[in-house]
């Protein structure tokens, strides 16, 4: 993983409000969860509008299953 380091102006209440709802104590732990939180919610996003036309319901049935299915595995 590359890294990169900077200077940034944050501001504290949104920080700790980050902190709060992702568990995280850090500012570059914080930051960096919530960078990738982002990233997913939109390649999720992306998936939706997709041209397979999974519905957000069809694809919540398919995690159902996937989960069942890994519990029943074990």
């Known amino acids: 993983m590359?890294?990169?380091h900077t200077s940034l102006y944050i501001d504290e209440?949104?920080?700790a409000d980050a902190q709060r709802l992702l568990g995280?104590?850090?500012v570059t732990e914080t930051v960096n969860r919530a960078l990738k939180e982002a990233a997913d919610l939109e390649r999720?996003?992306?998936?939706?509008?997709s041209p397979f036309g999974i519905t957000e319901e069809e694809l919540q049935v398919m995690r159902?299953?996937?989960a069942k299915y890994d519990r029943s595995a074990r």
Request: glycine share 12%; net charge positive.
């Open 2 to 4: 590359t890294k990169k």
């Open 13 to 15: 209440q949104l920080l």
């Open 24 to 26: 995280t104590s850090g």
């Open 44 to 49: 999720r996003r992306g998936l939706l509008s």
């Open 64 to 66: 159902d299953h996937r």
